[in-house]
């Protein structure tokens, strides 16, 4: 066995596989791509479902992947075990019903054997205790002894996720000496310690189950393989852990460097640098297939391991954020396999550092609270966090509840999961209830069973906005029921072919008239479902029935300035990416008649310069008046000639490419000019933060920005008018001589309240009570107002060190108490805090403050002189 490094060791299994007839295809992102039941990809087949399942046809019945992986459920065991990541590459051949468990298994011992020169002796396998053809082929055919071949039950050694195909599996181990076991007699292949260590496992999928124990043989059984590419790296490097190996290793240098902590220092220490350099590498793939930290599904994913990496640092002494600088450690380590981490460098930096710098915020206000609260548990002899607290901690300050609980176990306390649990259920029940309330549809059922049996329909509206049809369906709105005909009230109104836009692709639906011989209907809305048009109608005069004959006709003024706006978006698109960079990817969009709304990755606010550029090269573009064409073709087509495609979107089997001049291709199903010029103008309105790393921009083009510059002239118009001012154009010149006016005034009042106070605390200070040797002054005031109040108390506090003076203020619908003490009042035991405190609660109110000075609240005004008349008696209790 030779010492191979990890990127060499992916190149030697990819084409070996293609030596055997695979076709290789690069790793698929991270995010699922029309596949709603995965957050991420966990595994090399799980971006080939459709192709297992017979939903595609695959590009050749043999593939092979180096697949990216991310696997939380793993979270905990990262660091402690040698073999665990969250992030890993996993290499994999696939058979779509080609070849089988044969083929499988001699080509993974040839592999192993003698492309690697792994030693023999060390290798192991499992298979399912029933599987006696694998047990066979592996006994017989290869020649492995039978007593180095384990047979292990349904838990281990069979694959299966509910119904549908699955199978016995048979997975490969290396011995990796005593050294590393946990030292049990029992200990062999399927123990969870790290002797000996899984590294490949071929799943033979051969059965149709029913999920209830009933399995049916596939008549085309598959072959799933997978082997983690850093565990064979550990393995033939000799190395302890997947952290050591070469690549990898060199991420740990440099955290260990930006922390300055020695790897192999202590176990603990390790363990927090092997967690680092594990979840940077995570972070920095997710982010760059497109993944932006949020609360909730794979945002959170990131979040949580983003923040858990930055907390690691911090136990190891890092306060600073270091991340980012990690990050580019990463995509060094990986460009010639992943170049697009170098590609979007800065992008991922600046999320990954922004992200650092709020966790960074929560955590110093969040550890605070939470060491108070660990503390207070403890001085009450308990060791369970009360889960009204730790939900709060989580809820109001954003605390990570993962980070409450790792905190609280290494403190050896313990959460009140149950009532955490049923508040965040509370909480996540109140939010649905709102989305409910919104209406996802607006109409009255959520469920589509309605158009079972219902064939889709064609869409006639690229080509034509009215079209000729007949009635297929009428389901009544109220009840989701159909009905064969209809006379009044809402119904969904479903036809053979219809030139009506639905509502997908970031585009609304189309509104219109639908006409039939006796009756007269308001489209106003269009949905779809599976290729079935649903018209959302409104009776206008007349009865619609099943089989009628319609002129459908689409509102064509409305679906003109639709079609402006989302040309406009690509032609945005286009401009941001050349003016910011390739890192900008759509990240969301939405066009209707008024307005263009484009979400993009970016890490920050678009300066001004670059808001104008973008703006007029745009413009620009439309100056130009370039033909706007489309053609349909397929996905592979559509990309070999350069158009851009949504991540994640689901595309069907011919697709459309929208192209505008040279300046912009995009794959689209969106309805379009055929011209740029006819966009008009298009005018940027706003461009806001949506999440971090996304930015929005909204626009709008034609008659939109005529009403936009309606608007604007509006409000200059209106704003001169309030102003008095006969000339727009003087509007600036006018507001700045008001600001320097208003500031002139405001220096005059305060030397005028100033005065006032001079003179009132000179009359009311010669008449004092004198208390145990203070003087006394308190005084109720009427419509003095309270900054004038606090220096009257600050100028007699400043010359007479001995006073104590106390006064309501009643001015502009408040009541308040201003309390001062000199210096030598406080010395003798008066505290100004107290006495505020003391004569607001006399008056319904509360407050407090310093010794020496304070303010305070009141309600009743009723009582606001009696409390005056009592502040020598609270005065003379509190001298010592
Ligand atoms: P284990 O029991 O060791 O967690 P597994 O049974 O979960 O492994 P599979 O689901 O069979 O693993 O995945 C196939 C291969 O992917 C494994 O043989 C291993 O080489 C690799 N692999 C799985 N999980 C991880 C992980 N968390 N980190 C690195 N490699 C992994
Ligand atoms: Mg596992």
Redesign the pocket.
């Given at each position: 066995m030779k010492w191979t490094g990890l990127n060499e060791l992916r190149e030697k299994y990819l084409s070996f596989f293609e030596s055997k007839g695979h076709l290789r295809h690069d790793s698929f992102p991270l995010i699922p791509q029309g596949d709603k039941s995965l957050l991420l990809i966990n595994?090399g087949m799980a971006p080939l479902k459709k192709y297992f399942k017979g939903e595609e046809e695959p590009p050749r019945r043999r593939m092979t992947t180096c697949q990216k992986c991310i696997?939380t459920p793993?979270i905990e065991r990262v660091g402690l075990t040698a073999?665990?990541?969250t992030f890993?590459e996993?290499l994999g051949n696939f058979s779509f019903g080609d070849y089988f468990k044969n083929e499988a298994i001699s080509w993974a011992w040839e592999f192993v054997t003698t492309v690697l020169e792994l030693p023999v002796e060390k290798l192991w396998v499992t298979v399912y205790e029933k599987d006696d053809e694998a047990f066979d082929i592996w006994n017989k055919k290869v020649g492995l002894p039978a007593d180095r071949i384990v047979r292990l039950g349904k838990d281990d050694n069979f694959w299966e996720i509910g119904s549908g195909p699955c199978g016995p599996c048979s997975?490969i181990y290396f011995d990796r000496g005593a050294e590393f076991g946990c030292g049990s007699p029992d200990c062999k292949p399927g123990c969870d310690c790290d002797r000996f260590m899984?590294?490949?496992?071929l799943v033979f999928t051969q059965f149709d189950g029913d999920g209830e124990g009933g399995y049916t043989p596939l008549a085309h059984p598959n072959i799933d393989t997978?082997?983690?590419l850093?565990?064979l790296a550990c393995l033939m490097q000799g190395v302890n852990n997947?952290f050591e190996t070469d690549t990898i290793q060199n991420i740990m240098k440099a955290i260990s460097e930006k922390v300055g902590v020695h790897y192999g220092d202590s176990e603990k220490t390790d363990i927090s640098l092997r967690i680092i350099t594990d979840h940077v590498r995570s972070t920095a793939f997710l982010v760059c297939d497109g993944v932006v930290p949020a609360n909730e599904g794979r945002g959170y994913v990131l979040r949580r391991l983003l923040r858990r990496a930055a907390r690691h640092g911090r136990l190891l002494g890092i306060k600073k954020p270091f991340l980012a600088e990690i990050i580019k450690v990463v995509a060094r380590e990986n460009a010639t396999a992943y170049p697009e981490l170098t590609e979007k460098l800065d992008y991922i930096t600046k999320v990954v550092g922004i992200e650092e710098e709020r966790f960074a915020a929560t955590v110093d206000a969040g550890m605070d609270m939470l060491s108070d609260l660990i503390a207070d548990t403890k001085a009450a002899g308990k060791t369970v966090l009360p889960g009204a607290e730790v939900f709060k901690l989580g809820d109001t300050f954003g605390f990570p509840i993962d980070l409450t609980r790792e905190i609280a176990a290494d403190a050896g306390m313990t959460l009140d999961e149950e009532k955490y649990q049923e508040l965040l259920t509370a909480q996540k029940e109140r939010a649905r209830g709102a989305r409910a309330a919104l209406g996802d549809f607006g109409w009255a059922g959520e469920s589509f069973d309605f158009l079972d049996g219902i064939e889709q329909t064609t869409f006639t509206g690229y080509d034509e906005l009215s079209s000729e049809a007949s009635v297929v369906e009428i389901i009544d709105a109220e009840t989701s029921e159909p009905t064969g005909s209809l006379a009044e009230g809402k119904a969904i109104v479903i036809l053979d072919r219809t030139p009506f836009y639905a509502e997908g692709g970031g585009q609304v639906g189309d509104t219109g008239v639908i006409t039939a011989a006796g009756a007269k209907l308001k489209v106003l809305d269009t949905k779809k479902h599976e290729g079935v048009y649903m018209h959302i109608c409104e009776v206008e005069s007349g009865v619609l029935s099943i089989g009628d004959a319609v002129t459908a006709s689409v509102d064509a003024e409305r679906r003109a300035a639709i079609r402006r706006n989302h040309s406009s978006v690509h032609l945005l698109q286009a401009a941001l990416r050349a003016r910011l960079g390739n890192h900008v990817e759509q990240a969301g969009s939405y066009v209707d008649a008024e307005r263009a709304r484009f979400d993009f990755s970016h890490y920050a606010a678009l300066t001004p310069e670059e808001l104008a550029d973008v703006e007029a090269a745009v413009n620009a573009e439309i100056l130009k008046g370039d033909p706007i064409v489309t053609v349909e073709t397929d996905v592979e087509e559509a990309k070999k000639m350069g158009a851009m495609a949504l991540f994640g979107e689901k595309y069907g089997s011919t697709v459309r490419v929208v192209k505008m001049g040279d300046y912009s291709m995009e794959l689209c199903g969106g309805t379009h000019l055929d011209n740029t010029a006819k966009a008009g103008l298009f005018k940027i309105i706003s461009e806001t933060s949506v999440a971090a790393g996304v930015r929005r921009i909204e626009a709008t083009t034609g008659l939109g920005v005529l009403g936009f510059l309606r608007e604007k002239d509006e409000l200059i118009a209106d704003t001169a008018r309030e102003m008095k001012i006969p000339n727009p154009h003087e509007i600036a010149n006018r507001a700045a001589a008001l600001q320097n006016e208003l500031k002139a005034a405001r220096r005059e009042i305060e030397a005028l309240n100033a005065k006032i106070a001079a003179a009132q605390a000179d009359s009311l200070t010669r008449d004092f009570t004198d208390v145990g040797g203070l003087h006394v002054i308190a005084h109720v005031t009427e419509g003095v107002p309270m900054d004038v109040a606090r220096t009257m108390c600050d100028n007699v506090k400043a010359d007479d060190p001995l006073a104590v003076m106390v006064l309501s203020v009643n001015c502009d619908g408040r009541l308040n108490f201003v309390v001062a003490c000199g210096k030598d009042a406080v010395s003798r035991g008066a505290h100004a805090g107290n006495i505020a405190r003391a004569v607001s609660q006399m008056c319904g109110g509360n407050g407090g403050g310093r010794p020496d000075s304070a303010a305070s609240g009141a309600k009743d005004a009723s009582k606001i002189a009696e409390a005056i008349a009592a502040v020598p008696e609270i005065v003379k209790s509190m001298l010592k």
């Amino acid at each position: 066995m030779k010492w191979t490094g990890l990127n060499e060791l992916r190149e030697k299994y990819l084409s070996f596989f293609e030596s055997k007839g695979h076709l290789r295809h690069d790793s698929f992102p991270l995010i699922p791509q029309g596949d709603k039941s995965l957050l991420l990809i966990n595994a090399g087949m799980a971006p080939l479902k459709k192709y297992f399942k017979g939903e595609e046809e695959p590009p050749r019945r043999r593939m092979t992947t180096c697949q990216k992986c991310i696997r939380t459920p793993d979270i905990e065991r990262v660091g402690l075990t040698a073999r665990h990541g969250t992030f890993f590459e996993m290499l994999g051949n696939f058979s779509f019903g080609d070849y089988f468990k044969n083929e499988a298994i001699s080509w993974a011992w040839e592999f192993v054997t003698t492309v690697l020169e792994l030693p023999v002796e060390k290798l192991w396998v499992t298979v399912y205790e029933k599987d006696d053809e694998a047990f066979d082929i592996w006994n017989k055919k290869v020649g492995l002894p039978a007593d180095r071949i384990v047979r292990l039950g349904k838990d281990d050694n069979f694959w299966e996720i509910g119904s549908g195909p699955c199978g016995p599996c048979s997975e490969i181990y290396f011995d990796r000496g005593a050294e590393f076991g946990c030292g049990s007699p029992d200990c062999k292949p399927g123990c969870d310690c790290d002797r000996f260590m899984e590294f490949w496992n071929l799943v033979f999928t051969q059965f149709d189950g029913d999920g209830e124990g009933g399995y049916t043989p596939l008549a085309h059984p598959n072959i799933d393989t997978g082997m983690g590419l850093e565990r064979l790296a550990c393995l033939m490097q000799g190395v302890n852990n997947l952290f050591e190996t070469d690549t990898i290793q060199n991420i740990m240098k440099a955290i260990s460097e930006k922390v300055g902590v020695h790897y192999g220092d202590s176990e603990k220490t390790d363990i927090s640098l092997r967690i680092i350099t594990d979840h940077v590498r995570s972070t920095a793939f997710l982010v760059c297939d497109g993944v932006v930290p949020a609360n909730e599904g794979r945002g959170y994913v990131l979040r949580r391991l983003l923040r858990r990496a930055a907390r690691h640092g911090r136990l190891l002494g890092i306060k600073k954020p270091f991340l980012a600088e990690i990050i580019k450690v990463v995509a060094r380590e990986n460009a010639t396999a992943y170049p697009e981490l170098t590609e979007k460098l800065d992008y991922i930096t600046k999320v990954v550092g922004i992200e650092e710098e709020r966790f960074a915020a929560t955590v110093d206000a969040g550890m605070d609270m939470l060491s108070d609260l660990i503390a207070d548990t403890k001085a009450a002899g308990k060791t369970v966090l009360p889960g009204a607290e730790v939900f709060k901690l989580g809820d109001t300050f954003g605390f990570p509840i993962d980070l409450t609980r790792e905190i609280a176990a290494d403190a050896g306390m313990t959460l009140d999961e149950e009532k955490y649990q049923e508040l965040l259920t509370a909480q996540k029940e109140r939010a649905r209830g709102a989305r409910a309330a919104l209406g996802d549809f607006g109409w009255a059922g959520e469920s589509f069973d309605f158009l079972d049996g219902i064939e889709q329909t064609t869409f006639t509206g690229y080509d034509e906005l009215s079209s000729e049809a007949s009635v297929v369906e009428i389901i009544d709105a109220e009840t989701s029921e159909p009905t064969g005909s209809l006379a009044e009230g809402k119904a969904i109104v479903i036809l053979d072919r219809t030139p009506f836009y639905a509502e997908g692709g970031g585009q609304v639906g189309d509104t219109g008239v639908i006409t039939a011989a006796g009756a007269k209907l308001k489209v106003l809305d269009t949905k779809k479902h599976e290729g079935v048009y649903m018209h959302i109608c409104e009776v206008e005069s007349g009865v619609l029935s099943i089989g009628d004959a319609v002129t459908a006709s689409v509102d064509a003024e409305r679906r003109a300035a639709i079609r402006r706006n989302h040309s406009s978006v690509h032609l945005l698109q286009a401009a941001l990416r050349a003016r910011l960079g390739n890192h900008v990817e759509q990240a969301g969009s939405y066009v209707d008649a008024e307005r263009a709304r484009f979400d993009f990755s970016h890490y920050a606010a678009l300066t001004p310069e670059e808001l104008a550029d973008v703006e007029a090269a745009v413009n620009a573009e439309i100056l130009k008046g370039d033909p706007i064409v489309t053609v349909e073709t397929d996905v592979e087509e559509a990309k070999k000639m350069g158009a851009m495609a949504l991540f994640g979107e689901k595309y069907g089997s011919t697709v459309r490419v929208v192209k505008m001049g040279d300046y912009s291709m995009e794959l689209c199903g969106g309805t379009h000019l055929d011209n740029t010029a006819k966009a008009g103008l298009f005018k940027i309105i706003s461009e806001t933060s949506v999440a971090a790393g996304v930015r929005r921009i909204e626009a709008t083009t034609g008659l939109g920005v005529l009403g936009f510059l309606r608007e604007k002239d509006e409000l200059i118009a209106d704003t001169a008018r309030e102003m008095k001012i006969p000339n727009p154009h003087e509007i600036a010149n006018r507001a700045a001589a008001l600001q320097n006016e208003l500031k002139a005034a405001r220096r005059e009042i305060e030397a005028l309240n100033a005065k006032i106070a001079a003179a009132q605390a000179d009359s009311l200070t010669r008449d004092f009570t004198d208390v145990g040797g203070l003087h006394v002054i308190a005084h109720v005031t009427e419509g003095v107002p309270m900054d004038v109040a606090r220096t009257m108390c600050d100028n007699v506090k400043a010359d007479d060190p001995l006073a104590v003076m106390v006064l309501s203020v009643n001015c502009d619908g408040r009541l308040n108490f201003v309390v001062a003490c000199g210096k030598d009042a406080v010395s003798r035991g008066a505290h100004a805090g107290n006495i505020a405190r003391a004569v607001s609660q006399m008056c319904g109110g509360n407050g407090g403050g310093r010794p020496d000075s304070a303010a305070s609240g009141a309600k009743d005004a009723s009582k606001i002189a009696e409390a005056i008349a009592a502040v020598p008696e609270i005065v003379k209790s509190m001298l010592k």
